[in-house]
């Protein structure tokens, strides 16, 4: 088990070494290039079909610098996704400010006060310390340490399952996600393990959202 203040120490460095240069972000020109994100993103309940089945991530709330960092791993083949690096590779660091700055700000007048989270289970609890998430997620799993890190609180289950599992998996073209420090998590747990962890952090209330393709018409 990794300590805490090891982890956390671990983190920013590895947060350092893929962050891209700071841009002057543009919410509304984000609005304009996100024609490209909503065919899938802005579909509630839109499921992917490949390489694996889940549905798509809820984007509208999420912080913008951690979009950037997504996006940026994306483009360098550090998360392999084949259509998301295909869209990351085609964007600008620019491009990929104001999309993470259109996507923090969209959907956000939509989030009502929060009801309080529930407890887990105390088999959830062990697995949820065991892995320290709240050390870089925060302690509700929706306002993380640093923005750069996802909001986790009522992301959908399926998704945060896939993508706890593709931190373990290696020597696959077309599913996995290079982070040491999400590997060495998740490798702690089996696969069971990772799925209680997903359906308890998917129940959350959070602010994430999956704002309706018709409003960008």
């Known amino acids: ?75 360098k083949g550090e998360r392999k996704h084949p259509t998301m690096r295909a869209i990351a590779a085609s964007l600008s660091d620019q491009d990929m400010a104001d999309l993470g700055a259109f996507y923090e700000k969209d959907g956000a007048s939509s989030v009502k006060t929060l009801a309080a989270a529930p407890a887990p289970s105390a088999e959830v609890g062990a697995l949820l310390a065991k892995g320290a998430c709240a050390s870089c997620h925060g302690a509700d799993f929706g306002k993380p340490i640093d923005p750069a890190y996802p909001k986790l609180a009522g992301q959908h289950a399926d998704y945060l399952n896939v993508a706890l599992r593709a931190y373990a998996t290696d020597g696959n073209p077309q599913v996995g996600r290079a982070n040491a420090i999400m590997g060495a998590q998740v490798k702690q747990f089996k696969a069971s393990e990772l799925k209680l962890i997903a359906d308890y952090l998917g129940s959350l209330p959070g602010e994430l959202r999956t704002v309706p393709q018709s409003r960008f018409r």
């Open 1 to 75: 088990m990794i300590k805490a203040t090891s982890l956390l120490l671990a983190s920013f460095v590895s947060l350092a070494s893929f962050a891209l240069p700071a841009q002057a972000q543009d919410a509304a020109a984000g609005q304009k290039k996100a024609a490209m994100c909503i065919g899938c993103h802005g579909i509630p309940g839109y499921q992917s079909s490949f390489p694996q089945v889940h549905k798509v991530p809820m984007i509208s709330g999420q912080g913008g610098k951690y979009i950037v960092a997504a996006l940026g791993a994306y483009k």
